[in-house]
């Protein structure tokens, strides 16, 4: 699921997996195009949805852009390995996303727009990234450590971008 501040909240249900919902705070639907896809992120405006999807011919899983105001939905990422869990910055502006393009999943972050390439924001493997509510950083999990498991880690989008552990 996903929602906003101001209530809008866009969920993928279990009982028809993969056809996202629109309803208002109060639970009414909301006049929106049909879409599909799963783990959906809302843009803060509320115009945007980014949900990841699985080609059934090459089971390519990428993320893909619906335009509530205009009806209309865009590929956004196009690389032949995994992208998924996306999450829109607090301003719109772009997208963080996880992907399995070298072999294990890293953080990358891209334009909103669709707009340039994407960037690597760390070497170190992650997923399920998310933004702290200033923009100012990229948390995210990080598996596989031999005592700790699975930990919460930040990498600043200023500066040297260098991860530090949240909680381990």
Do not use: C
């Amino acid at each position: 699921f996903s929602i906003s501040d101001t209530g809008v909240l866009a969920f993928q249900s279990s009982s028809n997996p993969g056809r996202l919902a629109w309803l208002d705070r109060s639970g009414a639907p909301i006049d929106a195009p049909p879409a599909a896809g799963g783990r959906p992120a809302l843009s803060p405006d509320e115009t945007r949805i980014i949900v990841q999807r699985r080609d059934p011919q090459t089971n390519n899983q990428d993320l893909w852009l619906i335009d509530r105001s205009r009806g209309t939905e865009a590929r956004f990422t196009f690389d032949p390995a995994d992208d998924g869990w996306p999450m829109f910055s607090p301003d719109g502006q772009q997208v963080v996303f996880s992907s399995t393009r070298t072999g294990s999943a890293l953080i990358y972050l891209k334009r909103a727009s669709g707009d340039g390439v994407e960037e690597v924001l760390t070497g170190a493997r992650g997923a399920d990234p998310d933004w702290s509510l200033d923009g100012r950083f990229i948390l995210y999990q990080s598996g596989g450590h031999p005592t700790t498991g699975f930990d919460l880690w930040a990498v600043p989008l200023a500066g040297d971008r260098t991860p530090f552990p949240v909680a381990r």
